[in-house]
């Protein structure tokens, strides 16, 4: 089982990350950015207790852990290795 702090890092990340392409979507004011915080930080709070009991919540936060995981860790490695002319190569026949 997953801890509560772990839990309210990705909780918090997600929330950073939803407001960020919110704020670049939609272009808000400081207020507006601040309102928009409060806001979507009390629904991912709601959010968690919510879900925080349940099996669901525990089966969520290891897959994204895992996909996180293996993003970062081989993924990103090959896309930066790889330049476009490269993988352009690859696919010629």
Known sequence: ???????????GAIVSLLIQFIKNTV?????GTLAM?????LLG?????ALA??????????????????YSLLI???ESK???DEVKGMFKS
């Not at 272009?27 to 207020?31: A, I, N, P, Q, V």
């Not at 009991?53 to 293996?70: E, N, P, R």
């Open 76 to 78: 990103q490695r090959f």
């Open 45 to 49: 709070a709601w959010a968690y207790m």
């Open 1 to 11: 089982m997953t801890t509560d702090f772990t839990s309210l890092v990705i909780v």
């Open 27 to 31: 272009g808000t004011s400081e207020y």
């Open 53 to 70: 009991d349940t099996k669901y919540w525990d089966t969520f936060l290891k897959v994204l852990l895992g996909a996180g995981g293996i």
């Open 82 to 84: 790889l330049t476009t």
């Open 37 to 41: 915080v409060v806001v979507i930080s």
